[in-house]
Each structure stands twice: as C-alpha cells, then as structure tokens.
C-alpha cells in the first residue's frame, strides 16, 4: 500500500500562484510514477501533469503546459505541482496518484492507470 496527503490548496485571485504538495509513504519503492488529476463540481476527473520517478521525465495536460510544473523529491519521497497564471477555471478539487504500471503513453495517462490515490485539496480562483 502507499499513502499520498496531499497539501498546500487554497484561494488564490486570478493570476496568483500556488505550490501543492504530495508526500508519499509506505510501499512507495513500487511505484513508477506519480500524477496531479483535479476534478471540478460536475466535471470528470481530468490528468494535469505526471512524472517518473526514476528519470524525472514530465508530461503536461495540454490546458496547464507552460503554466504549471511537476517536479519531485526522491529523498523526501514527496511531489509538487507548482501552478503559476492561476485561472478561475483552474479551481477544482486536485488529488495526487501513484502508479505501479509502467509506461507513460498519450493512451495510459488517464486515472485508470492509477492505483492510489490521496484524499484531494480544494484549489479557488477568484476573478
């Protein structure tokens, strides 16, 4: 089992920034890479950014390219998001994932491909 707490949400005007973070535990030696997912009221969870623990190699949903960066601690065995040029239609609820399936393709960035996940932070963006 891995455990992932996930912290650092907030309110945040539009424009602003805000660093999440994930700190994994447990069996965290079987995991392959771990993911950012938010989900708005009434939305599908939607993949945000990604990256391999090994290699550090990142991948970036299309809608936060540019904006938002992964990057991770292995030491610490922690992730981060760091969100930059908040939108309003950035506000959702964020989770952070671990996967043990190895392989990060344009077809297997989905949830699905996930094992664990934590138990979500609220992001707001105001206007």
């Known amino acids: 089992q891995v455990q992932l707490v996930e912290s650092g949400g907030g309110l945040v005007q539009a424009g602003g920034s805000l660093r999440l973070s994930c700190a994994a535990s447990?069996?965290?030696?079987?995991?392959?890479?771990m993911g950012w997912f938010r989900q708005a009221p009434g939305r599908e969870r939607e993949f945000v950014a990604a990256i391999k623990w090994s290699t550090g190699n990142t991948y970036y949903a299309d809608s936060v390219k540019g904006r938002f960066t992964i990057s991770r601690d292995n030491a610490k065995n922690t992730v981060y998001l760091q969100m930059n040029s908040l939108k309003p239609e950035d506000t959702a609820v964020y989770y952070c994932?671990?996967?043990?399936?190895?392989?990060?393709?344009?077809?297997?960035?989905?949830?699905?491909?996930?094992?664990?996940w934590g138990q979500g932070t609220q992001v707001t963006v105001s206007s």
């Open positions: 994932a671990a996967r043990t399936s190895f392989g990060f393709t344009a077809q297997t960035m989905g949830a699905p491909w996930y094992d664990y």
């Open positions: 447990g069996r965290t030696f079987s995991s392959y890479g």
